[in-house]
Structure formats: C-alpha cells, structure tokens
C-alpha cells in the first residue's frame, strides 16, 4: 500500500531496499519496527519532559486537565477558552478549538474524542504505542476563526533546512516552505501553495534556536512551533511528515534532502 501511496505522487515505484529520497527513508523507517522508538517524543503529553530537559519550559503551552477517558470530562473543569484533543493524535485531526465555554458543545467533542481514543494507525505504528488520553491546553487566540499559523521546522542531523508553513486551516489547510531567512524556497507544489504568504515571525531566530536544540538527539525530526503572546511555543516533534509521502512536497525537495539526510554529519 504504501508502494502504491509513493506512485501515485511521484509516478515511479520507490526503492524502499536502497532509499535515497527523504520519502523513500522514512517509508523505509517507518515500515521497519524499529520506528516505534519514536513513540515517547510524539506522545504530546510525555514529550513536554523532553521540553524540559532542553532548559525549553518557557516554551510550553499550558496544560490544564487530562483525562483517561474523553467521557470522563466535565464542563466544571474546564476553562473559558481551551483547545481538547488527544495525545496520540496525528495529521491535525480531531482537535475541538472552544472560544467561548458557553457556546462550546462538549458531548458532541466527548463522542468524537471517544472515537478518537480507539483509533489505530495502519502505518505509523508509533503512535499505537502510546496510552491515548486527552489533553484539556491553553488556546493560541488569534482574536478571530482564524487558527495559528504553524511554523514547522524540517531539521536534519541537528540543523534546520526549511521552514514549512500551515496556514488558513480554518477554510482549507496550505502550506508554503521558506528559507531560514524566510525567503522564497520553490519546494511545494502550486496545488498546496496560500494565496498569502504569513508574515516573517517576528521571534524567528527564537524559533530556530528552539528548533535547533530539539532535534540535536535525531538524525531527521520537524520542530512544530508557534509565535503567541510575543513569545515562541512549542507544538509538537514529527518523525513521519505527510505519513513519510511528502505530498505537497516536489520531487527535487525530497530527493535533495534524501541526500543531505544520507551525506550530512
């Protein structure tokens, strides 16, 4: 299945014995058992320790409440605002935003997060191995419907390489990828591309500093961060971007950062 993933984006089989391209690694690591080793730094909760350690707490976003069973949530537990959703999530789905308590509908979130909790991944396995709770955080309020920009830093063998961009994911996820200087980097297909560029961070040498620190234990790692409150938060570690395929990135990106993953020290 995952021979037939990579064909349908690239239109050639991939080489999962002898990968050289970024996505032919990961599907290659991610199919391997070993892969699962990963499964304390994408536990969203158990990898604020790791936060920690890096000297990086004043870069967590508050966590307020969790529970073993989303059925277990009562709406007195609760703050005013918050965001609710699992630990072992992945892919961005199955987080319920709340600005206002009282217009909030939470047994229509419980089902869903109940729902959530049982789910398996058929691929990446890591997040099978973590105990599934859920997490009542602080909420990134923007003011409006409009959802945090994600600044998500692609990092090989300890050092960022891209900044790629999730935008607009109120009507529409896209994405975009910059240089470190926030420059224009050609690496995203045009069907994924914003109609607007989100503004240079104000606190990005912050952020790559924080990216930095975070991915010096692994040989490939995205940083997802944030900018609230004029300060830099952090979201989580991905091992498997795009469940390893890549999609919105173009067949020169990944084969490019294949060999800096294979060649750089």
């Known amino acids: 299945m995952y021979k037939i993933r990579y064909y349908h984006q690239r239109k050639h089989w ?3 014995k ?15 058992g ?8 994408v536990d969203k909760i158990a990898v604020r320790d790791y936060v920690k350690s890096k000297g990086l707490e004043k870069n967590l976003l508050k966590h307020y409440h969790y529970w073993d069973d989303a059925n277990d949530i009562k709406s007195e537990e609760l703050p005013d605002k918050f965001v609710l959703k699992t630990n072992n999530g992945a892919g961005g789905k199955d987080i319920f935003v709340c600005r206002d308590k009282n217009l909030f ?4 979130a419980k089902v ?3 729902l959530a909790q049982k789910k398996k991944y058929d691929y990446e396995m890591q997040y099978n191995k973590i105990k599934s709770r859920v997490i009542c955080e602080e909420l990134i309020d923007t003011g ?7 600044y998500k830093f692609t990092c090989i063998h300890g050092k960022p390489i891209d900044i790629f961009i999730g935008s607009q994911r109120e009507k529409g996820v896209k994405f975009c990828t910059r240089n470190l200087d926030y420059s224009e980097l050609k690496n995203t297909r ?6 607007v560029v989100p503004p240079k961070p104000k606190h990005l040498e912050e952020m790559i500093r924080v990216a930095t620190i975070l991915s010096q234990d692994f040989d490939f790692v995205r940083v997802d961060l944030y900018e609230y409150n004029d300060q830099v938060y952090f ?3 991905t091992f498997s971007p795009w469940g390893g395929i890549m999609y919105s990135y173009t067949d020169e990106a990944i084969k490019e950062y294949g060999a800096l993953l294979r060649n750089s020290k």
């Open 34 to 41: 070993d892969f699962v080793k990963y499964a304390p730094y």
């Open 235 to 237: 979201g989580e570690l």
């Open 14 to 16: 991939p080489d999962l």
């Open 190 to 195: 045009e069907s994924y591309l914003p109609d």
């Open 18 to 32: 002898h990968p050289q391209d970024l996505s032919e690694i990961l599907i290659s690591r991610i199919l391997s």
């Open 105 to 108: 509908d939470l047994e229509a």
């Open 144 to 150: 409006s419907d409009a959802w945090p920009v994600d």
């Open 112 to 114: 869903q997060l109940s």
